[in-house]
Nanobody
Framework: QVQLVESGGGLVQAGGSLRLSCAASGNIFSINTMGWYHQAPGKQRELVARITRGGSTNYADSVKGRFTISRDNAKNTVYLQMNSLKPEDTAVYYC???????????????WGQGTQVTVSS
């Protein structure tokens, strides 16, 4: 069994910073892609950023230059450093892990429970 546990959300003023973390637990050998998505009220869940095991990244246009995704493969953990936050960044942020090679099976497209990020103007 694999679980993704997120932390680091909260309330911040516009222009401020937050750092999100997501750790995958369980007997994991490797994880291919890890990423962050967000979902604002009444909107679809959208990609924010993702990173492969080898370190290749891609970002939504709206966060380029402000957010940085990174990961620690030894800890099966992905981070999202969010700087220069804007009110429109307000959303629930979800961690995603794809192709998780576990002791018992390989899991695809796993999601965390979500963490709220609120940016006040």
């Amino acid at each position: 069994q694999v679980q993704l546990v997120e932390s680091g959300g909260g309330l911040v003023q516009a222009g401020g910073s937050l750092r999100l973390s997501c750790a995958a637990s369980g007997n994991i050998f490797s994880i291919n892609t890890m990423g962050w998505y967000h979902q604002a009220p009444g909107k679809q869940r959208e990609l924010v950023a993702r990173i492969t095991r080898g370190g290749s990244t891609n970002y939504a246009d709206s966060v380029k230059g402000r957010f940085t995704i990174s990961r620690d493969n030894a800890k099966n953990t992905v981070y999202l450093q969010m700087n220069s936050l804007k009110p429109e960044d307000t959303a629930v942020y979800y961690c995603n892990a794809d192709e998780v090679v576990h002791l018992s099976a390989t899991y695809y497209n796993l999601w965390g429970q979500g963490t709220q990020v609120t940016v006040s103007s």
